[in-house]
């Protein structure tokens, strides 16, 4: 008990979860808007190095092209630390800082430097430029610190010689970007910022939405604790549910009203079950204490025990026929249905009522042939408390019809008689455990009040139905519908 009370402490409530997920949804969210924001400006940026490289390439390119080559010119270009102001760098975050450039010139024979930025040598050796890679493509740039803490994009390009070999002048460029980087640092820690605010306002606003959200759910867990074995035809509120939970009350008032009906079924049954008890046990006490009230004779003892008897008959067939109840409601309770020939089964079943039906001269009469799916017990068990109903309520020389429609799903039977028949309105009523219509039902003293309910019960068995039509003083018509299914 105790480690199953600890495992549902550490559950996690409904509340917690939409809180999480949206607070992980949120913050997912967040990070990426902001890793798309970082790209898009480590993108400008990169395209601005491309624009600034691409701006003192074409003016080197210029220069290289001039035959003979202009080595004053070239030196005045490379010659001194380059200073770019912002006509070149216009799309530039940060307009006041400059980018300042070191460039190398090789020659396209030797491969030696040919004019280079003055310091050029000291601070950025050749070695440490990108070169080409066996599949003759060039390495992606390479960003270097200075013992000065300067940041510097190293960069290597190839410009085509202006005679006609495939010599290529290639060029070493070393670009200042500290203020890119300083740049890049204070975004990427604003973005940090941001998103730590952000995940704190989402689960704030997480944990708002949900309560919110909830508040109904809340409204109707309070209803439904308010509820008891006493109050189960009360509904929760008529107010107006959103449309998730409006199917949810719906459901659990359809819930209620069946458990009240159950309940009230439950203890009509109880009522009844009493009654019904209660009679023949006050017959056998009655007659039991005037016996014993002075002597009686042999004759009178005897006929005072054959009188017990019928008393205890009948409460041996209520139990039997309860218990039957009972196992027919359980869904472990198995039946063996089989083919049986239906006019056969009907013919036996109304040779045994003959004698009974002859003391009213009441006639019986079979029509139709069909084959019925059925477990033979079962059906003959139904037949014979319609049948016997049939002669009860039927008055002397009345009719009862017994007849079998086949179809290509279901075999039906019908059992009709002509006689005092059943008020409509307790037809809905009738195959209830011990219930008995006022009028139709007040002349049966030897019935237990449970054979239309057995024959429910029978029908459910089979996966059938059972319906019944009357009219009073017209007579009565049970119908038994059984699938014509081996699957049952």
Not at 174 to 181: F, G, H, P, R, S
Request: aromatic share 8%; with cysteine.
């Amino acid at each position: 008990m105790f480690s199953k009370n600890a495992k549902t402490k550490m559950q996690w409530s409904l509340a917690g979860r939409l809180i999480t997920l949206y607070t992980i949804t949120a913050s997912i969210s967040l990070l990426l808007a902001c890793g798309f924001l970082y790209w898009i400006l480590l993108s400008n940026i990169d395209h601005e190095h491309q624009a600034l490289l691409s701006a003192e390439l074409a003016e080197l390119h210029k220069a290289l092209q001039q035959s003979p080559l202009d080595q004053t010119l070239l030196k005045q270009l490379v010659g001194e630390e380059s200073k770019h102001a912002d006509e070149v760098h216009s799309a530039s975050f940060h307009p006041s800082s400059a980018h300042y450039s070191y460039f190398r010139v090789l020659n396209p024979q030797q491969q030696q430097p040919l004019v280079e930025t003055t310091n050029m040598s000291s601070l950025f050796p050749m070695p440490i430029f990108p070169e080409l890679n066996k599949d003759r493509l060039l390495t992606s740039d390479v960003k270097i610190q200075t013992e000065d803490k300067r940041i510097f994009l190293l960069m290597t390009r190839y410009l085509p010689n202006n005679d006609d070999t495939d010599n290529t002048w290639k060029i070493q460029a070393a670009l200042n970007v500290t203020q890119d980087e300083i740049l890049l640092l204070q975004y990427q820690k604003m973005l940090g910022i941001v998103l730590l605010i952000g995940v704190c306002f989402s689960t704030l606003a997480g944990f708002w939405v949900t309560r919110k959200g909830l508040r109904p759910l809340n409204k109707i867990t309070q209803a439904i604790q308010t509820i008891n074995i006493h109050h189960l035809h009360e509904t929760i509120s008529s107010e107006k549910w959103p449309k998730e939970l409006a199917l949810l009350v719906a459901a659990f008032e359809e819930m209620l009203n069946r458990l009240d009906e159950s309940f009230a079924r439950l203890s009509q049954f109880s009522a009844d079950l009493a009654h019904e008890l209660r009679t023949p046990i006050n017959n056998l006490m009655g007659e039991t204490e005037i016996a014993l009230s002075r002597q009686r004779t042999l004759s009178e003892y005897q006929q005072l025990l054959e009188s017990n008897m019928e008393e205890f008959n009948r409460l041996n067939r209520m139990i039997e026929e309860l218990l039957f109840l009972s196992r027919a409601e359980s869904p472990e309770t198995k039946i063996e249905c089989r083919l049986l020939a239906l006019e056969n089964e009907l013919e036996t079943i109304a040779t045994f009522y003959e004698s009974l039906a002859a003391d009213k001269k009441i006639q019986i009469r079979m029509t139709g042939r069909a084959k019925i799916f059925a477990d033979p017990l079962l059906l003959r068990r139904a037949l014979n408390n319609l049948i016997a109903n049939a002669i009860s309520y039927t008055d002397m020389r009345g009719e009862i019809y017994i007849q079998a429609i086949p179809s290509e799903h279901y075999t039906e039977v019908h059992v009709c008689d002509n006689g005092t028949g059943i008020e409509t309105g307790e037809l809905s009523k009738i195959f209830d455990r011990f219930y008995r219509a006022d009028k139709a039902r007040a002349k049966n003293t030897l019935g237990t009040g449970l054979g239309l309910s057995l024959v429910k019960s029978i029908m459910e068995l089979h996966k059938g139905t059972v319906s019944i039509k009357s009219k009073i003083g017209q007579g009565t018509t049970v119908i038994l519908r059984f699938p014509f299914n081996r699957g049952v």
